[in-house]
């Protein structure tokens, strides 16, 4: 298989990022030179996107329940850089506004609640929790207090 087969083949798995393309036609034996031309073409033709492909990390991430944190770490361990990162916040802050992020923050804080002992779980603990799946402390702050206005739980420490 040459170059453009095998980049097509690997694509025709789910989207990449350019990092994953180029680490796997290296991997596949071809020279830096003409994985750099391939990398360039499918970005031309458009099938390869970091941007998009960010904008799609969040979008399934936010389903899932993380924060934005987590979604980003996740992208910097795929290779996007910085800039398409940003540029893919610019366009995620339009669909999902910061309320969104503090609602789902606060979903998430519920959801623990419920599978876990109420009266065992410390404030500091769900705050772990809460920062380990990618929110902000700002955000875990904003859905304690609301949990506590609720009185859907009273904090233990």
């Known amino acids: 298989m040459n170059i453009r087969e095998k980049s097509t083949y690997y694509l025709s798995l789910g989207s990449k990022t350019q990092k994953q393309v180029r680490d796997y036609l290296q991997r596949k034996g071809f020279s830096p030179q003409d994985t ?6 499918l970005r031309e033709m458009n ?6 492909y960010s904008v799609t990390a969040y979008d399934s991430g936010y389903r899932k329940g993380y924060g934005p944190h987590y979604i980003k770490a996740k992208l910097i361990q795929k290779g996007v850089s910085v800039s398409d990162m940003e540029e893919a916040d610019g ?10 992020v503090r609602n789902l923050c606060l979903t998430q804080a519920q959801k623990i609640l419920s599978n876990s002992d109420p ?5 500091e603990k769900i705050k772990g929790k809460l920062a ?24 233990n420490g």
């Open 47 to 52: 099938y390869l996107n970091d941007v998009t």
């Open 36 to 41: 750099e031309q391939e990398i360039q073409y």
């Open 132 to 155: 380990y799946r990618g929110f902000d402390y700002e955000d875990i702050d904003f859905a304690l207090e609301q949990l506590e206005r609720e009185e859907a739980w009273k904090p």
């Open 91 to 100: 366009l995620i802050l339009e669909e999902y506004p910061r309320d969104f």
């Open 119 to 123: 009266h065992r779980l410390t404030r």
